[in-house]
């Protein structure tokens, strides 16, 4: 399959800002609509933000205005600035295709913390 290996988490306090970064394996990249998930203890994993091939966004309402995705086709990456964090962001964080998702990576623990 697919890989996706992310990368960028960290501790950050509440109101800061990390960038998260997520590399792709795949030659056809180009064509995947892609989103950025998180999951928390004892929760489900979520997705957070998507992009379609295009570049148009998708969010969702909890990060709205305080996340942005992004996309490099020709690096094949994916980037989640996260601005403005909240201790209920704190999650390990994973990149995927949204359609016929691939293997789950290790994905990048980011933690908001005073």
């Known amino acids: 399959q697919v890989q996706f290996v992310e990368s960028g988490g960290g501790l950050v306090q509440p109101g800061g800002s990390l960038r998260l970064s997520c590399t792709a394996s795949s030659s056809i990249f180009s064509l995947y609509v892609m989103g950025w998930y998180r999951q928390s203890p004892g929760k489900q994993r979520d997705v957070v933000a998507r992009i379609s091939r295009d570049g148009s966004t998708d969010y969702a309402d909890s990060v709205k205005g305080r996340f942005t995705i992004s996309r490099d086709n020709v690096k094949k990456t994916v980037s989640l600035q996260m601005n403005s964090l909240k201790p209920e962001d704190t999650a390990v964080y994973y990149c995927?295709?949204?359609?016929?998702?691939?293997?789950w990576g290790q994905g990048t623990q980011v933690t908001v913390s005073s």
């Open positions: 995927n295709k949204v359609v016929s998702p691939s293997t």
